[in-house]
């Protein structure tokens, strides 16, 4: 009997060692701090190996990571009030232009009052070596290749995605360059139930996008909600081209074609012939801001929210980002960054922080 009472001791005791190595961290604590972090779909591949680089080294630390278009992560973060500890977007100048004016419901303050640049990428065209005309592709002729009724074009939703404004820009940008100002008509005159609009204004020309943005039956665009998705359709072979950042692409190891320097949104040195183009949303899309997108150098942001549950992690996170192992991560992945990365409104950025940016 006394075996038997021993032997079931021992499987209880067992048994519980098990549960609490499953429900404990390495310092005994029981449970381990959930790190919500929303970032641009872009960043899904070199945040992933972030997150396992930076989990392992903080073990305490569980980060829960969702990837949207870079205007649903704000609307995440300022409309739906979700308890966020990081926000990462591809264009960070949605930072001061929502998260700076709308404000936290519970405490009246904004949702950030501080963001650093941290990366930057130029906009590309990927496409397949079996993708139409791909072999006739030029610097001179690509955007008529694409606007071709049978080429498949896919273009992420300007209301959602950066890209997909941007890539509204890269043709307001091209019809200057070219001196071809048709070239965004012929791109996308015809293609959707209520039409984009384009005009000049004191030298700035304006892209308008309607409320409602959906493709015609005929259409040769192909509208998704973030770039990202689009990367399925084209390996598949139901898109020819899409729009995409030349850092996924490469993740992708897709083919690239490069648009000219003045175009790619990527070089602080035409910084000024950027500024010369606007993408206004022609509709109310946030309840207190109308979102207007000036062409600038592309650059990432990234902060920590006014309401965020776990700030102290939050800034373990970033400065594990803009460490030399997180910008090594980064960098394997074809992610361009900043180097110092900028910070804006540096006052205000966490102390642990301001030692990783430049004001």
């Known amino acids: 009997m006394r075996i038997k009472v021993n032997l079931f001791l021992i499987a209880i005791f067992s048994l519980g060692l098990l549960i609490n190595g499953c429900t404990s961290t390495s310092d005994g604590s029981s449970k381990r701090t959930q790190l919500v972090v929303f970032g641009a779909g872009s960043l899904i591949i070199p945040f992933s190996d972030l997150e396992k680089s930076f989990e392992e080294k903080y073990p305490n630390i569980d980060v829960q990571a969702q990837y949207h278009g870079s205007i649903q992560v704000m609307r995440h973060a300022t409309e739906l009030h979700e308890p966020i500890d990081v926000v990462a977007t591809a264009d960070a100048s949605l930072v001061p232009m929502l998260m700076y004016n709308i404000t936290d419901p519970e405490s009246g303050i904004p949702y950030a009052d501080w963001y650093i640049k941290f990366g930057t990428n130029n906009l590309a065209i990927a496409y397949q070596k079996d993708s139409k005309y791909s072999s006739e592709l030029t610097v001179e002729n690509w955007f008529e290749i694409l606007a071709r009724a049978d080429v498949r074009v896919g273009l992420a939703d300007p209301r959602f995605d950066a890209v997909g404004y941007r890539a509204l820009m890269v043709y307001a940008l091209a019809g200057e360059y070219y001196h071809r100002p048709t070239?965004?008509?012929e791109m996308f005159n015809g293609q959707f139930t209520f039409p984009l609009g384009i005009f000049t204004d004191q030298g700035i020309t304006i892209v308008t996008v309607p409320e409602i943005l959906e493709t015609k039956p005929?259409?040769?665009?192909?509208?998704r909600g973030a770039s990202v998705e689009l990367i399925a359709l084209l390996e598949s072979g139901d898109l020819d081209y899409a729009y995409e950042y030349e850092s996924v692409i490469q993740q992708h190891m897709l083919s690239m074609f490069t648009l000219p320097d003045e175009l790619s949104?990527?070089?602080?040195?035409?910084e000024g012939f950027y500024n010369t183009v606007e993408v206004d949303e022609d509709f109310q899309r946030f309840a207190s801001v109308k979102p207007v997108f000036r062409g600038e150098q592309i650059g990432y942001g990234i902060t920590i929210p006014s309401n965020a549950p776990h700030p102290d992690?939050?800034?373990?996170?970033?400065?594990?980002?803009?460490?030399p192992e997180g910008r090594a991560i980064m960098e394997k992945n074809s992610q361009p960054l900043f180097d110092p990365a900028i910070g804006v409104d540096y006052q205000n950025i966490p102390a642990s922080l301001q030692q990783y940016c430049s004001p």
């Open 183 to 185: 070239i965004f008509t």
């Open 218 to 223: 005929r259409s040769h665009i192909v509208l």
């Open 313 to 323: 992690e939050a800034a373990l996170f970033i400065s594990y980002l803009l460490s």
């Open 265 to 270: 949104l990527g070089d602080a040195a035409y």
